[in-house]
């Protein structure tokens, strides 16, 4: 007991957890915004992968770290445009379409990363964002170093949850985007593009999705290796689910398992010797899994998601 208050009420171990849960945060924001428009992008994982790799290799080849950002975000547009002409336009299926984006980003991340340094044993570096040191705010007690000591791409990512929930629930085009995931009939009734708006959030959507791939290359750590993203574009889709496709809860369930990732980071430092290391690497996996369990059956699920849309079709 006296570990866990340690653990909990230690600032860096919030600190950690915030900046664990980033990348976490740009990627459900990204998956949410494309499922409330009626399209699953399962393209997530390679699009979190090129992201990562596009993002590093601008600021190496001298591009600046915002103009890393931006490129980051124009090469995951460009994936989701892809997966949005396949499955919107053409109306293939979206598991499919989006598996294939993902071994397609990654295997072309990969293959650009070999072709640009063909000659390098191991990850260049590059200067990465430092934290930011807010006056009168990161001094604060525990708040201060937990909350106001992140990177710009952590505030970054904390703004878009705000950007989104605003646009979905106070704009007519966030009305648009959700009409058009749960009734496309009556969005065009209405004389607007089924196509367009899906395209748009799709394209949209996978530009913050690579977002989470540049903090990890540009934030988190300074280089680009191979299996960095570990899973984390799965985890974002888990986690719109637990979010019920809204930005709030999509916030509150990246920091939840930002937590129980930091908890077992934590954990294993204290009781590492008694305990295989598995079972640490496993339990913020574990939590996730019974947290989505609890919520995932009262989840209100976009009605027309995995619908492929054509003009002048009725249900």
């Not at 866990?4 to 600032?11: C, K, V």
């Not at 605003?166 to 065009?188: C, F, M």
């Not at 980071?265 to 690497?281: T, Y």
Request: with cysteine.
């Amino acid at each position: 007991m006296d570990v866990l208050i340690e653990i909990f009420g230690s600032a860096n171990f919030w600190a950690a957890a915030i900046r664990i849960a980033t990348p976490l945060i740009f990627g459900v924001l990204g998956a949410l915004i494309c499922e409330r428009a009626g399209v699953l992008n399962l393209g997530i994982e390679g699009i979190f992968v090129a992201g990562a790799m596009a993002g590093w290799l601008a600021v190496y080849l001298g591009a600046g770290l915002w103009g890393g950002v931006l490129v980051a975000m124009l090469t995951g547009a460009v994936f989701g445009l892809l997966h949005a002409l396949l499955t919107v336009i053409l109306g293939l299926s979206q598991h499919v379409s989006g598996i294939g984006i993902t071994l397609l980003a990654t295997s072309l991340s990969y293959f650009t990363y070999r072709t640009a340094l063909p000659n390098v044993t191991s990850p260049p570096r590059i200067v990465p964002f430092s934290p930011l040191n807010i006056p009168g705010l990161s001094d604060l007690p525990f708040i201060g170093p937990a909350l106001f000591q992140q990177t710009p791409l952590t505030f970054l990512a904390l703004a878009f949850v705000a950007l989104v929930a605003i646009v979905l629930y106070r704009t007519p085009l966030g009305l648009a985007i959700r009409a058009v995931g749960d009734n496309p009939a009556s969005v065009e009734a209405q004389g607007l593009s089924v196509r367009g708006l899906r395209i748009g959030a799709v394209v949209a959507g996978s530009a913050l999705m690579a977002l989470g791939g540049a903090f990890l290359t540009m934030s988190a750590f300074d280089a680009f290796f191979f299996g960095m993203v570990n899973g984390r574009g799965w985890i974002c889709i888990a986690l719109v689910v637990f979010a019920s496709w809204q930005p709030g809860k999509a916030l509150l369930g990246a920091l939840l398992f930002g937590a129980f990732d930091a908890f077992q980071i934590r954990l294993q430092a204290e009781i590492g010797q008694v305990v295989p290391g598995q079972v640490f690497l496993m339990l913020p996996y574990l939590l996730s899994i019974v947290a989505l369990v609890l919520v995932a059956r009262r989840a209100d699920y976009p009605r027309a998601l995995l619908q492929p849309w054509f003009k002048g079709q009725r249900h």
